[in-house]
């Protein structure tokens, strides 16, 4: 299924899933901004590659990136949160600073791609 997306749409966005504990790990909600070329302390290959990536304005006013993060638009992402609730998934919060600092990610690599997503 493709969904369109546009400047300004409102998404959810999960930094990572944990299967063995069955953990959703949410960044929140935020603000779809468009392709722009993530920061050098973000992605060094993608910032020197000129390459770009989704960005998302997190309500708390922090910057995530598409390559790092699953995201949808939010109605979706408020019935993906539920599917997972009802799956025994439990949902934590989590900060994106806090998230970065503890992660051995490279770009364009996720933790959760095995998560069912809703349809």
């Known amino acids: 299924m493709t969904v369109s997306i546009s400047v300004g749409d409102r998404v959810g966005v999960m930094w990572g899933a ?48 598409g390559f790092e993060t699953n995201w ?7 019935r993906n949160l539920r599917a997972w609730e009802d799956a025994g998934w439990k949902i934590v919060e989590v900060d994106i600073d806090e998230a970065r600092a503890g992660s051995k990610r490279t770009a364009g690599v996720r933790e959760h791609e095995d998560v069912p997503l809703a349809q």
């Open 18 to 65: 944990n299967a063995e504990k069955n953990q959703i790990e949410s960044l929140g909600y935020g603000t779809y901004q468009g392709y722009h070329i993530p920061p050098v302390e973000v992605s060094a290959k993608l910032f020197h590659a000129q390459v770009t990536s989704p960005q998302i304005k997190l309500d708390n006013g922090k910057i995530v990136w």
């Open 72 to 78: 949808a638009h939010e109605e979706m992402w408020r």
